[in-house]
């Protein structure tokens, strides 16, 4: 199968929409995304994005059932890390399921690993679902290191409501 | 004791890095820290900075002979940046959060003498000195600071094996997405990282 990879612009953004939904949708929390192509194209391609993304197109004559040429993505940005300075976050990765089996993950994880490597960055870091062994298994084949299993790292947020009260308490009264 | 809460400025490098290899020796491992203050000046303020940060400063005094002289002390630090959750936008990633051990919410150890009185009078004076509340001061004014950025969350993360720290946020209403959702955190690290990033012949 023939296709490209290539860095996403503002017109991309309905795409890039369209496939978070579905990757939200195979993740089980369709009704988690509240964003929209327009959040989308302000946070990621104004005056200071907020993230960096590359879609996969694919020839005309290959286009989905649907009529999209754009069949694939990666979002991702930089974080830090006081040991080892600049490194790249791979938050969401996806390809649509008619596409997957040609490679096109792999190239996508590998685009991301280049430009990581021109930053000069010593680490990639994701995250993944505990019951998502088809992408556990792609990661650790690749080389990527489970830090919850083996350091027990947990994700925690504040949000909402929760965030709300945060920024509101009282420090001395708390 | 009274303490401060201030942006970081680029002359306090090298407190940061400080407190980061203090940090990272606490946990037994501050032989990674691979990070110069050059790096850090670069890093976070250069054209593009990376990460911010919130310093903890308290007063100090020192005497000499008979002078007293007061000056300040840079005791704890909030590293963060900006992330993008592709649901629901903007957050705050609080990269590193710390506090010296002596300002912390615990006993903070003075001198004693041997007799029984002192001894009880110390322990009182210990009691009323701890907990400034620097952790608190400094999480509240990190999740002010996300509220105004327009982040709609507030992320990090934290070792399970870290009680005192996941009692903490936990108190304050954090989810632990780990246990409750099931998200695992992975690495790939410089050496897998460069063999992804090398095309291989298909």
């Not at chain 2, 903890?56 to 002289?69: F, P």
Request: net charge negative.
């Amino acid at each position: 199968m023939d296709f490209t990879v290539r860095a996403a612009t503002k017109e991309d953004c309905k795409d890039i929409w369209r496939m978070i939904t579905e990757l939200a949708v195979y993740e089980k929390m369709a009704d988690q995304v509240k964003i929209s192509p327009e959040d989308l194209e302000r946070d990621g391609f104004g005056q200071n994005p907020l993230f960096e993304c590359l879609v996969v197109e694919v020839p005309e004559e290959q286009k989905s059932t649907d009529g999209f040429i754009v069949v694939g993505y990666a979002l991702y940005f930089y974080t830090y890390s006081t040991w080892t300075g600049v490194c790249v976050h791979l938050e969401d990765l996806y390809v649509m399921p008619h596409f997957r089996g040609n490679g096109i993950g792999k190239s996508l994880l590998s685009k991301v690993a280049q430009i990581a490597k021109q930053k000069q960055c010593a680490r990639l870091q994701l995250c993944a679902l505990e019951w998502n062994t088809p992408s556990r298994d792609f990661y650790a084949y690749k080389g990527a290191q489970d830090l919850t299993a083996t350091e027990g790292w947990h994700m925690l947020r504040f949000d909402g409501h929760t965030l709300d009260s945060l920024a509101q308490e009282d420090a001395k009264g708390s | 004791m009274d303490f401060k809460l201030r942006k970081a400025e680029p002359a306090d490098v090298s407190d940061i890095l400080r407190l980061v290899k203090e940090l990272a020796k606490h946990e037994e491992m501050e032989d990674q820290v691979l990070l110069t203050e050059k790096d850090l000046l670069e890093d976070g303020f250069g054209e593009t900075p990376f990460y911010r940060c919130v310093l903890a400063e308290v007063q100090t005094e020192t005497s000499s002979d008979a002078e007293t002289s007061s000056g300040s002390k840079v005791v704890g630090f909030a590293m963060y940046y900006f992330t993008y959750d592709p649901w629901v936008g903007k957050q705050l990633y609080l990269e590193d959060f710390f506090i010296m051990e002596a300002y912390r919410g615990q006993c903070v150890h003075h001198s004693s003498s041997s007799s029984s009185l002192s001894l009880i009078m110390t322990r009182i004076i210990s009691v009323c000195v701890s907990g400034l509340g620097i952790g608190s001061e400094l999480l509240r004014h990190l999740s002010d600071l996300a509220v105004t950025c327009r982040c709609t969350g507030m992320m990090f993360v934290v070792a399970e094996n870290n009680e005192p720290s996941i009692r903490f946020y936990k108190r304050r209403g954090a989810e632990d997405l780990s246990k409750d959702e099931g998200w695992r955190v992975f690495r790939f690290d410089r050496d897998s990282l460069l063999r992804m990033a090398t095309p291989t012949e298909e």
